[in-house]
């Protein structure tokens, strides 16, 4: 089945141009107004009386279309045929100097149904939903979606695939257009929560455990973790410290030192899901804050500088959070030296945070690819294991690598129900304050 075909079945023929060229700028064309059932009347009515609402500081209209491919990945291939759907989705958006107001919908044609609860004392919520409609199953070789990766998968495991294709349109204040086309790939890890006792601290649990793993390297079990995908474990620690929508302990530390190193952490800028136009925002310095990440709300509360604002869909509304990061450290070593550094220890590639339940302040990872670090060499692979810590120690008396690597995976943080993708580059970071778990415990 070939694109045109694919148009034809999803009667979204007068789109095919479109699929392929976006168009940044400009007045909405209308075969994008009726794939959502709008019309240019329609849509102009909602936005006369949304921005019109007395005391609006900001107010937006967005559209989104989403095709999604969902497959099983087996150690031989696809385990079954792929599953497609189609999502519309709808939503208005007002900020005034009471907050914000925020509503949607999965039948846009319904908009101005939103309108009361965004302009009356009303909670915003969302409309029931209509079952979505589903896609014909596309074989190999169609022109939409590429075939799935080849990944090593390990006997008897999977891995769920899915692929997005987005088509969006945002109306903002004061009457900006803006249409976009994001395409993704993305594997699926099942990491369930790990629940700890009600009240117990995480280093009261940790203590009794010794800093092992299955075939533990000798010496003090340095822990290094790669540039670039390898650095996932540590920034993802970091990351919730630098948003400005959250409840971060650096709120109103602009200007101070906040790290016992010297971190240096840009993002790039670009433009977010909020249609705002940034350049790059320095956000650390040498271990000292310069800038939290903005959403318009909290740049509105704050003073701050918009152009952080980032959704999972126009379902959900923004939150603060980085599309691309670049992070260096001064006087950085290369890795090899980092290696010898370490003599023995565990080379970590992939890690992610591991969700606890319960009001701690440590945190765990879970190193899924790794090797053992044996008298200043990477030798063989390790089995997954966990990273127990504290935020405190983290960086304490760490080393920085020299060279800057590029993720060739964006890293994935889950906020408030969405998950947000980031790309990221970052160099080797050294530590020895973090405890190895028994793989067992990761399993």
Known sequence: MRRRQFCKDLGLLSLLPLLSNCRAKG??????????????????NVWGSLSAASGTLYCEVALELTLLREVVLGQKGPLSRPRLSINRIGSLRRLSPKGERFASTQEPSRLFELLPLLTSASLPRALPARPTNPLPALPEGDELFSPPPSLPIPPGRTLPFREILRYRLLLTSPGNFTASREQSREILPDLLPIPLPEGEPLKTLLSPLRPTLPSPPPGKGWILFSPGQGAQGWLSLLLPFLERDGDSPWLAREGSSVLPTPL??????????????????????????????????????????????????????????????????TLGLPLQELLKQASSGVLVHEAAPVPLSGDNKGFLLRVSRSSAIQEGRETGALPPFLIAGEWDSLFKGCRWGQETHLSPVPLFITKQGQRLAVSFSAPALLVDSLRVLPGEMAS
Not at 27 to 44: C, I, M, T, V, Y
Not at 273 to 290: M, T, Y
Not at 291 to 315: C, D, K, M, Y
């Open 264 to 329: 240096s952490l840009q993002e790039l800028g670009g433009q977010d899901d909020e249609g705002v136009e940034s350049s790059a925002k320095e956000l650390l310095e040498e271990g000292r804050l310069v800038s939290l990440l903005h959403t318009r709300l909290s740049a509105q509360r704050s003073q701050g500088v918009p152009g952080n604002g980032r959704r999972e869909s126009f379902l959900f509304p923004p939150l603060a959070a980085p599309r691309e990061l670049k992070a260096h450290g």
């Open 27 to 44: 007045d909405p064309p209308e075969p994008w107004l009726d794939l959502f059932d709008l019309s240019k009347k329609s849509l102009g």
